[in-house]
């Protein structure tokens, strides 16, 4: 159960980065600092408990296939 709950919190996760992705290369961004700043933090951010979420997914997988 903790398995899938991880894996739709990745793709909440990669589907969240992706919309900053595309919302950070717009070139209006750059013309309102606050707003760029909040954005790559938020991008930052996701990032990170992306990262931290696929770890704790390995370690998961690891175990699941070690009792098959």
């Known amino acids: 159960k903790k398995f899938q709950q991880l894996e739709t919190q990745m793709a909440s996760l990669n589907e969240k980065k992706s919309v900053l992705e595309k919302e950070l290369a717009k070139p209006s961004i750059y013309e309102d600092q606050k707003v760029f700043t909040q954005k790559l933090a938020e991008f930052n951010a996701a990032e990170k408990e992306l990262s931290e979420v696929t770890t704790e997914w390995e370690k998961i997988?690891?175990?699941?296939?070690?009792?098959?």
Do not use: P, S
Not at 61 to 68: A, D, G
């Open 61 to 68: 997988f690891e175990e699941l296939e070690k009792t098959n």
